[in-house]
């Protein structure tokens, strides 16, 4: 069974302080890792796709990374806006059919 | 506003009542979901259809769920005698599958609570 778990289950950082979030994922046949920001209440806001070993996209002080176990979100210089829950899915199945998520991880920046 | 529309935004039901949610997806995509989330989980999948063609509905969680897209344009998500188990939020989102990549994007969802 695909199964996707992310680390911490929660991070609380100081305005400024970079640090990143941990994917790792167990899926056969891969088809796309997917990073999305919710904001509480809301549903969940498009970021990244990530679809081979060794690709990295960035959108401002983000930027997601993955091999072929793991991906990660690295956030630079966070400013508090940037608190949210940061949720990352595999993509699997015959064409894309199905993401499975993992429960995500609460990000807080203080200022 | 051209993303994805979910109604109602809220919905409180007494147990055993019949639900319905509607979901309006970006106008170009031919790929609509429908997932449920709890509180402190991620999206669980549920089912999803290729224009009209619901292509796979054995994750819906049981036969008291069943899902609709007539002409391939908006669709429904019933619950029929609902549990106070099935207080959760319900999200759709929609893709445009061109045979490479699937993002897909979320609405709003529709918070339900089951008295």
């Known amino acids: ?111 | 506003d051209t993303g994805v529309s979910q109604n109602p935004r809220h919905k409180i039901t007494k147990r055993g009542q019949n639900v319905t949610f509607r979901c309006d997806p970006i106008s170009e995509h031919n790929r609509l979901y429908w997932y449920r989330q709890t509180l402190g989980q991620g999206p669980e999948f549920l089912t999803y259809f290729q224009n009209e063609a619901q292509l796979e509905k054995s994750r819906l969680l049981s036969d008291r769920f069943s899902a609709e897209r007539p002409k391939g344009s908006f669709s429904t998500l019933e619950i029929q005698r609902t549990e106070q188990g099935d207080s959760a939020m319900y999200l759709c989102a929609s893709s445009l599958w061109t045979g490479n990549s699937n993002e897909q994007f979320f609405g709003p969802g529709t918070r339900l609570t089951v008295l």
């Open chain 1, 1 to 111: 069974e695909d199964q996707v778990t992310q680390s911490p289950e929660a991070l609380r950082l100081q305005e400024g302080e970079s640090s990143s979030l941990n994917c790792s994922y167990t899926v056969s046949g891969l088809r796309g890792l997917f990073w999305y920001r919710q904001d509480p209440g809301k549903g969940p806001e498009f970021l990244f796709t990530l679809y081979s070993a060794g690709e990295e996209k960035e959108k401002e002080r983000l930027k997601a990374t993955l091999t072929k176990k793991e991906s990660f979100l690295h956030i630079t210089a966070p400013k508090p806006e940037d608190s949210a829950t940061y949720l990352c899915a595999a993509g699997s199945g015959g064409s894309n059919y199905k993401l499975t998520f993992g429960k995500g991880t609460l990000l807080t920046v203080n200022p």
